[in-house]
């Protein structure tokens, strides 16, 4: 008898955890599904790149408009990708230079009039906050000056072989509009089919 019930204690505790692990599987698709609501598949191949992202629709906040614009001058290697006055995105095609991100760091650590702060630091993906450094401060008035405070991405996707950067423009953005771009970013798919 004492040995029925423990197998049935195994049995009913197997089904719970069985039941647990498949529940919080459910839980984890159901979040992306949510957060890939907000979203719509653009193709960028009409403008050279073979590649679909994710980009956010109306009920996202981003702006006014929520037409996609893609500014590029064919056989040019830049791309500016824009929906309304909020976000844009900048895509620049470097070939195979995967070194481009570390110059990126460099570059950033030697800026004189800006102090950077990282986010994120990936060998793919740089998310930082970009502070205007204000000289004379302390003696100015409470009324005057604002401080300057952006957020910029600058991230690495290997397409076909070829490698493309995508960043926020130079002024930047809001953090709330770095984090979604960076979303958007991440959902990249290359839309040739490897053999």
């Given at each position: 008898?004492?040995?029925?019930?423990?197998?049935?204690?195994?049995?009913?505790?197997?089904?719970?955890?069985?039941?647990?692990?498949?529940?919080?599987?459910?839980?984890?698709?159901?979040?992306?599904?949510?957060i890939l609501l907000d979203f719509n598949k653009f193709s960028l191949e009409k403008f050279d790149i073979p590649a679909t992202i994710?980009?956010?629709?109306?009920?996202?906040?981003?702006?006014?408009?929520?037409?996609?614009?893609?500014?590029?001058?064919?056989?040019?290697?830049?791309?500016?990708?824009?929906?309304?006055?909020?976000?844009?995105?900048?895509?620049?095609?470097?070939?195979?230079?995967?070194?481009?991100?570390?110059?990126?760091?460099?570059?950033?650590?030697?800026?004189?009039?800006?102090?950077?702060?990282?986010?994120?630091k990936t060998p793919n993906t740089l998310m930082y906050e970009r502070t205007l450094n204000v000289k004379g401060k302390k003696n100015?008035?409470?009324?005057?000056?604002?401080?300057?405070?952006?957020?910029?991405?600058?991230?690495?996707?290997?397409?076909?072989?070829?490698?493309?950067?995508?960043?926020?423009?130079?002024?930047?953005?809001?953090?709330?509009?770095?984090?979604?771009?960076?979303?958007?970013?991440?959902?990249?798919?290359?839309?040739?089919?490897?053999?």
């Amino acid at each position: 008898m004492k040995c029925k019930f423990i197998l049935y204690c195994l049995f009913i505790n197997c089904l719970v955890l069985t039941s647990c692990t498949h529940s919080d599987e459910l839980n984890d698709e159901q979040a992306n599904d949510e957060i890939l609501l907000d979203f719509n598949k653009f193709s960028l191949e009409k403008f050279d790149i073979p590649a679909t992202i994710l980009l956010p629709d109306e009920t996202s906040n981003i702006g006014a408009s929520t037409k996609v614009e893609v500014q590029h001058t064919e056989g040019d290697f830049i791309w500016n990708l824009k929906i309304g006055p909020n976000f844009e995105l900048i895509i620049n095609d470097w070939g195979n230079d995967k070194e481009i991100l570390n110059a990126e760091i460099k570059k950033l650590k030697d800026l004189e009039f800006y102090k950077v702060k990282f986010i994120k630091k990936t060998p793919n993906t740089l998310m930082y906050e970009r502070t205007l450094n204000v000289k004379g401060k302390k003696n100015a008035s409470k009324k005057v000056g604002v401080e300057h405070k952006s957020y910029h991405l600058f991230i690495m996707k290997e397409i076909n072989r070829i490698i493309y950067v995508l960043e926020t423009r130079e002024t930047g953005t809001t953090k709330e509009i770095a984090e979604l771009q960076e979303k958007c970013i991440n959902s990249i798919k290359s839309t040739i089919i490897s053999k």
